[in-house]
């Protein structure tokens, strides 16, 4: 038991730290879940990993959530940018596609080339706000990014980023535009996956709450700081990340 609770904090700790930054959280979750095949792992403890990463930030921007009077346009703007993310993941998700995805070296390619294309989109100078040029041809192009994020190694994060940058929005509001899209992306997740917990035993109830409010805790933290580190600096920690990553797998695979 003691082993499960180690692995469900690694877990944990992965899933808070990589879903909100531009390094592909599914990936690192499928590789470390491989590499050290966690007994831990399981349906149930995924979409705890997921609702715990989606409390912390509706939590985070609770003051922008529920203060609809100003902010409904953004609130608005954010769920049609959702919606094509929401309809081809459903697709791939019933034709059971999106698993031909789940491969270590689909996930090296991917942290390579998009780590690639993350560098060049951060170099620009640009500073558009979400409060004045967020709009519905800006946000559907997000969205439409955000859909490379079905392949494990893109990183959601990263791709949102990366395609806000491209508009022109400054770093911070990019990453904000990123979190607020992730609330219908994480909800997505966990709802497609609800109907087949009952596959799962009681046993896991344990694991499942701790790993909700773990999960939690490293994804607030998370926000919190990166928002704080992308006001003072450039992306180029994480692009060299994802290249090591990258070159890692290459070295394991080839």
């Known amino acids: 038991m003691f082993q499960d609770f180690i692995e469900i904090f690694i877990l944990s700790l992965i899933q808070g730290v990589s879903e909100f930054l531009p390094i592909s959280s599914s990936a690192h979750l499928i590789i470390v879940s491989t590499l050290y095949e966690f007994h831990s792992s399981s349906l149930l403890i ?12 509706i939590f985070f921007f609770k003051k922008e959530l529920f203060d609809l009077k100003n902010n409904q346009r953004i609130l608005i703007l954010i769920f049609f940018g959702s919606i094509p993310l929401i309809i081809v993941g459903y697709f791939l998700f019933k034709t059971g596609l999106i698993d031909l995805l789940r491969n270590i070296e689909i996930i090296a390619w ?6 690639i294309v993350l560098f060049f989109a951060d170099r620009s100078r640009f500073d558009k706000k979400i409060s004045t040029n967020l709009n519905l041809k800006t946000i559907l192009i997000i969205g439409l ?22 508009l022109k929005f400054n770093r911070v509001d990019s990453s904000k535009i990123s979190f607020l899209l992730s609330i219908p992306a994480l909800a997505g997740a966990s709802f497609l996956s609800l109907k087949n917990l009952t596959l799962e035993t ?3 109830n344990m694991l499942v709450l701790v790993a909700i409010f773990l999960s939690f805790i490293f994804s607030y933290i998370t926000v919190k700081y ?19 990553i990258s070159f890692l797998l290459f070295y394991i695979i080839y």
Do not use: C, W
């Open 226 to 244: 990166f928002l704080i580190y992308i006001n003072k600096f450039s992306m180029n920690a994480f692009v060299i990340y994802r290249i090591l």
């Open 145 to 166: 990014f955000q859909i490379l994020s079905l392949i494990p190694g893109v990183s959601r994060a990263g791709i949102t980023i990366t395609a806000a940058r491209i």
């Open 202 to 204: 009681i046993e896991y």
């Open 110 to 115: 991917m942290t390579l080339i998009f780590a």
């Open 46 to 57: 995924d979409i705890g990993l997921h609702l715990g990463s989606l409390l912390a930030i």
